[in-house]
């Protein structure tokens, strides 16, 4: 019978109260734990070993690399270790090779520094990211630039290595232009290093090697 006594401004201001609380129930009991079930989930489904290898089309793992950089940073705005997360991920995958496994962690977190590097992690630059798109660069001698995905050991002469993320790498455009399909020290290593890992097809590691200098 009390209620009945209260001033319409002391129930409005017990109204927005408890519609406050309710807020932040719902943000820390139910949608948090959520966002950080979630993102696991779609970082796996990203770098998930059988839908990459059975992706077909020019460049067709690019999109990819530019959403996972957006989750991670994400999570790494929400306090969590990247390194975590993607391990995380990978627990759930079908790994025939799991010396891949490290491989593409390593090449994931050198990716994000990348485009912190490049200022590429700015409002504008997670947003496209987060499509799937090119990033602007922000910082240093590049800024102004686009971000592109680049084939460490290029395309034309390893095309077998077309969507292994760990082959993948952010670049300024215009220097991904004047690269072009060389090949230098750094493939040369890194072709040894992934055929004794079996992550490069012996014709291919034969055709890296024999591109030197070309």
């Excluded at 790994?95 to 504008?124: F, H």
Aim: proline share 6%.
């Amino acid at each position: 019978m009390a209620l009945l006594f209260v001033s319409p401004a002391v129930f409005s201001v017990f109204l927005r109260s408890c519609r406050i609380l309710i807020c932040w129930i719902s943000v820390f009991f139910f949608i948090a734990p959520d966002c950080l079930r979630a993102s696991p989930e779609i970082i796996g489904s990203l770098i998930d070993p059988v839908k990459l290898d059975s992706l077909r089309g020019d460049r067709a793992a690019n999109g990819r690399m530019r959403k996972i950089a957006y989750w991670l940073e994400t999570d790494r705005r929400e306090g969590l270790d990247p390194a975590e997360v993607i391990a995380t991920a990978q627990k759930s995958l079908a790994y025939k090779n799991p010396e891949r496994a490290a491989v593409v962690k390593a090449s994931l977190l050198r990716n994000l520094t990348i485009l912190q590097r490049l200022g590429c992690l700015e409002e504008d630059g997670m947003e496209k990211l987060r499509r799937g798109r090119a990033p602007e660069i922000t910082k240093g001698p590049y800024a102004g630039d686009i971000v592109h995905v680049d084939h460490i050991i290029p395309r034309a002469i390893a095309p077998g290595l077309d969507e292994k993320l760990y082959n993948l790498e952010f670049m300024p455009g215009s220097m991904n232009s004047s690269k072009g399909a060389k090949i230098g020290q750094r493939q040369i290593a890194l072709a040894k290093e992934w055929r004794a890992l079996n992550l490069i097809s012996p014709e291919e590691y034969q055709k890296v090697v024999s591109a030197k200098g070309a």
